[in-house]
């Protein structure tokens, strides 16, 4: 998702303050990938990273929102708590190895998780924003994704003061000895240019 929205329109511009470099990009859906034995220079993940031989730069975070249709809400109601979720369609991502349950945050400071259910799930979350703004039921999506949405009204957000999860992002390149001025270039230009789309 971050890789088609903000990353392809980022490369050519790093390529051209970097005119001896190429780049191969992969944009893959799979949750896993070895990056050491797949030889890949630095790959871009969302979640909490605890593999011991990466070296994790955090970008910052993207803030996630329960939301739907206005017409979606005005057919089933609006939840007043999370725990509401339970009697509504809820489109489901496993991408994020969190399908069945959203975590919030209470406005005591008390992090939480909620039962959700619905009827289809899917490994893409362009996917399941593209079912929400269809109507389907309830998203639990990035504010990438649906920032533009929200402001126009298409969709309308619920929930917002139990602080839905928001999803940290980094920057993983390999543990060595050298690290490749390549690599440390083009991390630093996403800190950089990645800056104004994400809190600190």
């Not at 034995?37 to 630095?42: H, R, T």
Request: glycine letters at 8%; charged letters at 20%; hydrophobic letters at 40%.
């Amino acid at each position: 998702m971050l890789g088609h929205t903000r990353i392809t329109k980022l490369v050519p511009k790093f390529l051209d303050e970097n005119p001896l470099t190429t780049i191969e990009f992969d944009l893959t859906a799979r949750y896993v990938v070895c990056i050491v034995e797949e030889g890949y220079d630095v790959a871009i993940r969302f979640g909490g990273q605890a593999d011991s031989a990466l070296i994790a730069r955090r970008l910052g975070e993207v803030r996630n929102y329960v939301c739907a249709t206005p017409e979606y809400w005005d057919r089933h109601g609006r939840p007043a708590h999370p725990d509401d979720l339970a009697d509504h369609s809820c489109v489901l991502s496993n991408f994020a190895k969190r399908l069945g349950t959203w975590p919030f945050v209470g406005p005591d400071g008390a992090a939480f998780d909620t039962a959700v259910g619905g009827r289809i799930s899917t490994n893409s979350v362009e996917a399941a924003y593209q079912m929400t703004i269809a109507g389907f039921g309830i998203g639990n999506l990035p504010s990438l994704l649906v920032d533009a949405a929200i402001g126009d009204g298409r969709l309308e957000v619920q929930l917002d003061e139990f602080r839905p999860d928001s999803s940290p992002i980094y920057a993983l390149y390999p543990h060595r000895t050298y690290i490749a001025a390549k690599v440390r270039a083009f991390v630093d230009f996403l800190v950089r240019e990645l800056s104004a789309d994400f809190t600190a």
